[in-house]
Each structure stands twice: as structure tokens, then as C-alpha cells.
Nanobody, 117 residues
């Protein structure tokens, strides 16, 4: 349903752009966001692109990430900059409802991001 891509390995200070393809009607009807889960940690919300056009960011990566939508391609992107080893995690795309962190209805399968020191 939701398909992520763009994960991989990057050195400290590097950048990655994650992509999430969300088919209709999910793309237009839901807030689409990104979460991450590091080994031994709970899943953590990062950012969301509300279907109204508003973007929301959690404090954890705010200032280092930008979320955006491509309406023609039905895709949501997460641009991540100045990556740190503690950003190593599986990153998940999710679609749901609400302002800010969405109440998730659908999850993607996740994409691994590894930041080496």
C-alpha cells in the first residue's frame, strides 16, 4: 500500500532523501508522515505532511529534515541533512489522521538508514 525507498548507508554529516509512494485515495485523504525505530527503542514520529498542505515536525529532527509532497506522482519525501549515527534506524512511511503526529491507519514496510561515524 505504502512503498518506501531511498534508505541506505551514509557517513556522519551526510544527507539522504526518503521517498514514499502513496496511492489514491490515501495520498489525498490522509496525512502522510514518517516515523523511525532504532534497535531497542520505541517507534518515534519525525514529520507529517497533512492533506491540507500543512507540514508538522517533531522536535527530535526538526531543523534537519524537510517533508514535501509531489502531487503529480503521489509521493511524499523526507529530506534528511546533517545525519548523525544516532539517526540510524528503520524509517517508516505512514498514513493516518489528525494534526501533527498522525493516528496511523497504514504503515509501509520500512527502509533502513545507517549513519556511520
Amino acid at each position: 500500500h505504502l512503498a518506501e525507498s531511498g534508505g541506505g548507508m551514509v557517513q556522519t554529516g551526510g544527507s539522504l532523501r526518503l521517498s514514499c509512494r502513496a496511492p489514491e485515495p490515501t495520498f489525498s485523504s490522509y496525512s502522510v508522515g514518517w516515523f523511525r525505530q532504532a534497535p531497542g527503542s520505541e517507534r518515534e514520529w519525525i514529520a507529517a505532511s497533512h492533506n491540507s498542505g500543512t507540514e508538522y515536525y517533531a522536535k527530535s529532527m526538526k531543523g534537519r529534515v524537510t517533508i514535501s509532497r509531489d502531487h503529480a506522482k503521489h509521493m511524499v519525501f523526507l529530506q534528511m541533512n546533517t545525519l548523525k549515527p544516532e539517526d540510524t534506524a528503520v524509517y517508516y512511511c505512514a498514513a493516518g489522521w489528525g494534526i501533527g503526529e498522525p493516528r496511523v491507519a497504514y504503515w509501509g514496510q520500512g527502509t533502513q538508514v545507517t549513519v556511520s561515524s
